[in-house]
């Protein structure tokens, strides 16, 4: 039963507003989930259906849902002792919808 706990993941769809910009100013994109959700090192956010491709000069925001996938107590342990000794080698953001080019 411990060793369960230890590599058990769980998920839920949370409702969020996500708002994309690419301009002269700024290229970024924020997502906001609705309600008190933490998000913990080791967690991941997946936003369905985010605006790809917002040509320049425009501000796009949009209601969407998220996946937000909680880390096990062995990832979450991994995350906060790499991040200690930054070891962050590889940071990895998609904008994409995860399909081939």
Do not use: N, Q
Request: proline share 4%.
């Amino acid at each position: 039963m411990m060793a369960g706990f230890l590599i058990s993941r769980e998920s839920f769809d949370v409702p969020c507003t996500v708002e994309v910009e690419h301009s002269f100013d700024s290229l970024h994109a924020y997502a906001d989930l609705d309600g008190d959700i933490e998000i913990y090192p080791g967690d991941e956010v997946i936003i369905h259906d985010a605006p790809v491709d917002v040509p320049y000069g425009e501000t796009r925001t949009m209601r969407s849902t998220a996946t937000v996938i909680r880390a096990s107590a062995v990832e979450r342990a991994w995350t906060r002792l790499t991040g200690r000794f930054e070891f962050m080698e590889l940071l990895e953001f998609s904008f994409s919808s995860g399909k081939k080019l």
